[in-house]
């Protein structure tokens, strides 16, 4: 059971590195980057700037799949990979929830984005807080892990 | 730019048929389902019943790509597709938020689920408020929108 999936854009930001790209948008709510969709998907962006924010899903292009129980970036006890938000995963693919800030054609300019610079697109749906938005979940072990740097070989 | 995705698991509803599926989960908080991990992937749910929410990213195996503008299930005015949830996407990517109630081995009981029944799992994530509630996001054309049955025709 296997399919294809291809990039519907480009993700620009400042992020030229992983050491550098921050490890979740929502500890760099300033970061800006730029999702430029391709002209042949352009006509779906129809009514995007009705929300304020939206998940984009991304291909982790620049990690491979790798073990299955690993430390995350922000604990020192490892995790099962379903138990956290690694980019080295069984398949691929990433999400994240980004602030719109704006729209020209083919081009969202967004806030609070974390991924590197040039990463493919692989979809955008709306935020939907009545969906999405779930304040009584448990935090798991990111209780209480602050923003810290990338440690080594975690990848 | 393509990538192959695979099939991590099956997730096992009852909901047989689309016309029968729940167009949000959070429309069924009630609806149970089983995550079938695959055993080969099970061991990289160590530690996830740490946490009350899940993402489960699935393949819409039952739709097909296809007008970029259409109407969605819950308005009567057509939208771009990177402007509502509907299944029939350039990517046949879909995500939702279930409640984690259980695991027995590679198994996990969930509520909240809207997908049919043998949709192929592509990954698992944990949901972490801090990353993903953001109670201050607008609802756009979802604004004041309630449950009702899936129109003829949408799809």
Not at 15 to 29: C, L
Not at 93 to 117: C, K, P
Not at 124 to 143: L, M, N, Q, T
Request: proline letters at 8%; a negative charge; glycine letters at 8%.
């Amino acid at each position: 059971m296997e399919f294809r999936v291809k990039a519907l854009g480009l993700i620009h930001t400042d992020h030229a590195t992983k050491e550098h790209a921050p490890i979740q948008g929502a500890f760099r709510p300033d970061a800006l980057g730029t999702v430029e969709v391709f002209p042949e998907f352009a006509e779906g962006l129809q009514d995007i700037e009705l929300f304020s924010h939206l998940y984009l899903f991304y291909h982790f292009d620049r990690a491979e799949p790798g073990e299955l129980v690993r430390h995350p970036f922000l604990d020192d006890t490892p995790h099962g990979i379903f138990a956290m938000r690694h980019p080295c995963r069984p398949n691929s693919i990433g999400i994240t929830v980004v602030r719109l800030l704006g729209r020209q054609e083919n081009l969202l300019t967004v806030s609070g984005i974390d991924v590197l610079d040039g990463t493919p697109l692989l979809d955008i749906k709306p935020y939907v807080p009545r969906f999405d938005c779930h304040p009584e979940a448990s935090e798991g072990w990111f209780a209480g892990k602050k923003e810290r740097e990338k440690p080594a070989n975690r990848e």
